[in-house]
């Protein structure tokens, strides 16, 4: 097929660096998007543990559930750090070290969304699933973003090989 000149996109031999850098501001907003679900979920969550009474208490006064609404709370503000480590490598003038940050924020809240979207479910327990409430909705989004634009198998590779070759490039 030919196109004329006029459809490059920037100079020639220099359109990976212009697509490398829209896919890393997607990957960016993604995984904003996919905090902001995280964030909502927990809310969610939190307050239904503070109203629903079991044995003439609010269940969130058991240990067991407060350790894992702990756990989901922990981890998302490891996703918080990584998606702010990412959005402040976009910027970066060295290719590897931004690839592989925003690399690690998505394999994180890929990880971290199917967690949060698992355990926000399991810890408001059947009504976790009604399409009544909102947060299955947001489960639902949590697992899509993963598979959009890499899921974390993907960028866990990648990760790996964009580390691989700078350690080729150092030795």
């Not at 359109?15 to 995984?31: D, K, N, Y």
């Not at 949060?116 to 327990?125: D, F, K, S």
Request: aromatic share 4%; net charge negative.
């Amino acid at each position: 097929m030919r196109v004329p000149a006029s459809a490059l996109v920037g100079a020639e031999g220099e359109a990976l660096a212009s697509l490398e850098h829209a896919v890393g501001r997607g990957i960016v907003a993604l995984c904003a998007e996919a905090l902001g679900a995280m964030e909502a979920a927990k809310t969610m969550t939190i307050e239904y543990l503070q109203t629903r009474r079991q044995f003439g208490k609010p269940i969130g006064s058991f240990q067991a559930l407060q350790h894992r609404m702990a756990d989901v709370l922990l981890e998302i503000e490891q996703a918080r750090s990584a998606v702010i480590n990412a959005a402040a490598a976009l910027e970066s003038g060295d290719r590897t070290a931004r690839e592989r940050a925003l690399s690690a924020a998505k394999y994180s809240i890929g990880r971290i969304g199917t967690l949060v979207a698992e355990e926000t479910i399991q810890l408001h327990g059947g009504i976790g699933m009604t399409w009544e409430l909102p947060l299955p909705h947001y489960a639902k989004r949590l697992v899509m973003i993963d598979h959009q634009l890499g899921d974390e198998d993907h960028h866990l590779a990648r990760f790996i090989a964009l580390g691989a070759q700078r350690a080729g490039a150092v030795a």
